[in-house]
């Protein structure tokens, strides 16, 4: 009897071209990713987990300080440059240009996911790539249990009804509705990209997840007993260092 192949995601994006204005004078000195947990940049860990599932080519859209961003890959990375795709995307452009710029990169009928450069993660990429398969969705999301003010997908009768950003858990609070948070990671077929139209300077995401919410086209993935945790402010930082326990 054949083993089923693990699926293949072709490429992925690691956005890391944003500055990390909410952490002060940190995120001023450096990219938000190359900030340091538990002494290694966020971005290795990133790469790491990268690597380690099968992806063929990562890009890398950089903005601020995208120089310093390229120059730790090149270096920390040299046995993998044959993966790697860096594309000056602009300092101050908005995920939705960042991705028109880089998209000639991608084959036509191939997956592709989205990650954030400034979010540490280990549950299993291939899973959550299995996941998309069998659901059949157009796109899939990867969800965890929210502790902290992000990008909602708003569940009822564990059905994805809504994607929403900046929305405290208050909010919902006396509505029968699940909440789970959003981790910056999705998965779908590279002719979305190509196909759908959005403009440029308007937010991607809930562009983008809100119009296949209307077909029921979404897959949400819940992350459970795993690590995900996105670094956006001196607070989270300072939790990660002291509580996060990696794998290098």
């Not at 790491?48 to 300080?65: R, T």
């Not at 310093?68 to 602009?90: A, L, M, R, W």
């Not at 059949?136 to 965890?144: C, D, E, M, P, R």
């Amino acid at each position: 009897m054949n083993k089923t192949k693990n699926p293949i995601i072709e490429y992925a994006v690691l956005f890391c071209g944003g500055k990390g204005s909410r952490l002060g004078s940190i995120g001023k000195k450096k990219n938000k990713s190359l900030i340091l947990v538990h002494n290694k940049p966020i971005i290795f860990y990133i790469i790491s987990k990268l690597l380690k599932s099968n992806i063929n080519k990562i890009i890398f859209p950089l903005g601020y300080k995208g120089g310093h961003v390229k120059k730790y890959v090149q270096k920390q990375f040299s046995n993998h440059i044959d993966k790697f795709i860096f594309v000056n995307t602009g300092v101050n452009s908005e995920i939705s240009e960042r991705l028109v710029k880089i998209k000639k990169y991608f084959s036509k009928d191939k997956i592709v996911l989205l990650v954030n450069g400034d979010t540490i993660f280990d549950f299993n990429l291939l899973n959550f790539a299995k996941s998309h398969i069998t659901s059949k969705k157009k796109i899939s999301l990867a969800s965890f249990s929210p502790k902290i003010d992000l990008g909602f997908i708003l569940m009822k009768n564990n059905k994805p009804l809504k994607f929403k950003k900046s929305v405290f858990i208050s909010e919902f609070k006396n509505k029968k509705f699940e909440l789970d948070a959003y981790s910056g990671c999705v998965i779908f077929n590279t002719s979305i990209l190509k196909n759908f139209k959005f403009k440029l300077k308007e937010d991607f995401e809930t562009k983008l997840y809100n119009h296949y919410l209307k077909s029921n086209d979404i897959n949400v993935y819940k992350i459970k007993n795993k690590t995900c945790f996105p670094i956006d402010n001196v607070k989270n930082l300072i939790y990660a260092n002291k509580n996060l326990i990696l794998k290098n």
